[in-house]
């Protein structure tokens, strides 16, 4: 399976119906991306808001998603917590109904040393038989991993197959591609779509392949048939639409524009997320409109 874990990935959204999961409208979404073409799927990314669910429910939707997708494209179930218990209950009960590969976030909120990040990952994943990924996203998690990191747990755990990279850093990400040219990296950042791609990322895991899944991978098949004007249009005509995904946090933008576009007949979130604001809405229906999404 850790072959087939490259294309596009998108995060789905998580649908509220008065504060509850809207599970009817979750399966949907899963058979949209699947029609779009999107290569995978990645049940409770940050775009998902995971950390206002329970683990019941983040359990939940991992089930739905798989259960729909039914093996016609790889579930990738996110993992992560601030909690060793809490990530170990999520990563266990993804493994056994039949995730095809995991992505655990670094320990948000406690910023631990290197050495505590290498043993919580070997921890969480020592009896697990599928790849897993690490979430390096800095920004959220007030912690970065180190290619030291990265290359002792190359060294201990066999299934640890890549990394989704939500830094503006490329440096970093040609660095360990340039150490360690099998590790599969996943872009987390979307205006590094179209550069990370054409340095040798494997593929994209982001918020805007939300709104129109084929768009992202039709910019992973440019890349992989070297066809770099085709992938660099696109990178081009997605920009606006990029730096729309974090006029607030995420994903208040996005579960707006998927309203607008009839993706969602709610762009609710839960506290303390709250939808976007008019001054926004009216901000992002121009970038809609622009991008003919409206």
Request: glycine letters at 8%; charged letters at 20%.
């Given at each position: 399976m850790?072959k087939a874990?490259?294309?596009?990935?998108?995060?789905v959204?998580?649908p509220f119906?008065?504060?509850?999961?809207?599970?009817?409208s979750?399966?949907k979404?899963?058979e949209f991306?699947?029609?779009?073409?999107?290569?995978?799927?990645?049940?409770n990314g940050?775009?998902a808001?995971p950390?206002?669910l329970t683990?019941?429910e983040?359990?939940q939707?991992?089930d739905v998603a798989?259960?729909?997708a039914?093996k016609?494209?790889?579930?990738v179930?996110?993992?992560?917590?601030?909690?060793?218990l809490e990530?170990?209950a999520l990563t266990?009960?993804?493994?056994a109904?039949?995730a095809?590969?995991l992505?655990i976030v670094?320990?948000?909120?406690?910023k631990?040393?290197?050495r505590?990040?290498?043993?919580?990952?070997?921890?969480?994943?020592k009896?697990?038989?599928?790849?897993w990924?690490i979430y390096?996203?800095p920004?959220r998690a007030a912690?970065?991993i180190?290619l030291?990191?990265?290359?002792?747990?190359k060294?201990?755990s066999?299934n640890f197959?890549?990394?989704?990279?939500?830094?503006?850093?490329?440096?970093f990400?040609s660095r360990?591609?340039?150490?360690f040219?099998?590790?599969?990296?996943f872009?987390g950042?979307?205006?590094?779509s179209?550069?990370?791609l054409?340095?040798?990322?494997?593929?994209?895991?982001?918020?805007?392949g939300?709104?129109?899944?084929?768009i992202?991978?039709?910019?992973c098949?440019?890349?992989?048939d070297n066809?770099?004007e085709?992938?660099k249009?696109?990178?081009?005509q997605?920009?606006?639409l990029?730096?729309?995904?974090f006029?607030?946090t995420?994903p208040i933008?996005?579960?707006y524009?998927?309203?607008?576009?009839?993706?969602l007949s709610?762009?609710?979130h839960?506290l303390?997320m709250?939808?976007?604001?008019?001054?926004?809405?009216?901000r992002?229906?121009?970038?809609l409109?622009r991008?003919?999404l409206?």
């Open positions: 850790s874990l490259k294309g596009s990935i998108p995060p959204i998580t119906s008065n504060n509850e999961i809207d599970l009817a979750y399966k979404l899963i991306h699947i029609e779009e073409g999107s290569h995978g799927i990645l049940v940050t775009s808001e950390s206002t683990v019941e983040r359990n939707l991992v798989i259960v729909t039914n016609s494209v790889p579930i179930a996110a993992t992560g917590s601030q909690s060793l990530t170990k266990d009960h993804a493994v109904v039949g095809d590969a992505l670094t320990p948000y909120y406690i631990p040393p290197q505590g990040i290498i043993e919580y990952y070997i921890e969480v994943t009896d697990v038989d599928i790849p990924m390096h996203i920004g912690v970065s180190t030291e990191t990265i290359k002792e747990l060294e201990r066999p197959a890549g990394m989704k990279h939500a830094v503006n850093d490329l440096g990400v360990c591609l340039a150490k040219p099998d590790f599969k990296i872009v950042l979307e205006e590094l179209f550069p990370e054409a340095i040798g990322a494997v593929g994209l895991m982001n918020a805007v939300n709104l129109r899944p084929h992202l991978a039709d910019m098949q440019a890349v992989w066809d770099l085709k992938g249009a696109i990178h081009h997605l920009f606006e990029n730096e729309s995904v006029y607030d995420n933008p996005i579960k524009m998927m309203k607008r576009m009839g993706l709610s762009n609710e839960r303390p709250t939808p976007a604001a008019p001054e926004l809405e009216k992002l229906d121009g970038v409109e991008a003919g409206i």
